[in-house]
């Protein structure tokens, strides 16, 4: 990993913490409220979504170019998305290998070489969630096979990957996580990080 920039610097003074009174919780998050002291010296009032998951985003990308997408319906939109294979690791597990169980149990694959490229904060003003994106390499069958949650009702389609990242570009995929990370795929590619043959046949 490369150096951080100096300009990356923290400035001024942090939040301070002050009360705080459970709200919500359930096995995968906890509401909290809180009346912490802004860095400008204001009292505030805050109100803060923890996770007990780590979450995690898989790009399944095939030797052929073509990579791995799912559908299923998703229930605080009330719509219909397709995305990549993504799921939660829990805190104090290996995420790689929250990344493997992921990739099998959505799309039935696994993966000869993993690389961790991306990690993320996913929506930094309410929540804590944190995510960490890899890029799957190698694929083939998974020894146990297709096993979605029970409240999963899973479509696969393995398309283009240029084919898929112009989708999210046009916004036909808005699952942040899928669009974070076939766009940082895709400047691997550019880059040259990836090999050529692979490269030629995603960008070609």
């Known amino acids: ?19 705080e009174r459970l709200v919500y919780e359930n096995p995968w998050i906890r509401v909290s409220h809180h009346e912490p002291t802004a860095p400008t010296g ?8 923890s996770f007990k998951n780590l979450a995690i985003a898989v790009v399944p990308l095939h030797d052929d170019g073509t990579v791995t997408l799912v559908g299923q319906h998703r229930f605080p939109l009330g719509d219909y998305s397709w995305e990549l294979p993504e799921g939660g690791s829990p805190h104090g597990e290996d995420p790689l290998e929250g990344a493997r169980r992921e990739l099998a149990e959505e ?54 990957f240029r084919e898929a990242l112009d989708a999210a570009l046009a916004g036909h995929m808005e699952d ?11 400047h691997m590619a550019r880059e040259g990080a990836l090999p ?9």
């Not at 942040?176 to 895709?186: D, G, I």
């Open 1 to 19: 990993m490369s150096q951080k920039p100096g300009w990356l610097r923290p400035h001024g003074r942090p939040w301070t913490r002050g009360a």
């Open 42 to 49: 204001r009292p505030a009032q805050y109100g803060l979504v």
């Open 107 to 160: 799309t039935g694959l696994q993966a000869r070489e993993w690389r961790r490229v991306l990690q993320m904060q996913l929506s930094n003003s309410v929540t804590d969630e944190r995510a960490i994106g890899y890029l799957a390499l190698g694929l083939s069958p998974s020894d146990g096979g297709y096993a979605s949650d029970e409240t999963e009702e899973i479509v696969l389609a393995r398309v283009p």
């Open 176 to 186: 942040v996580l899928t669009v974070a990370m076939l766009l940082r795929v895709y």
């Open 196 to 204: 050529d043959a692979l490269t030629r046949a995603m960008l070609g």
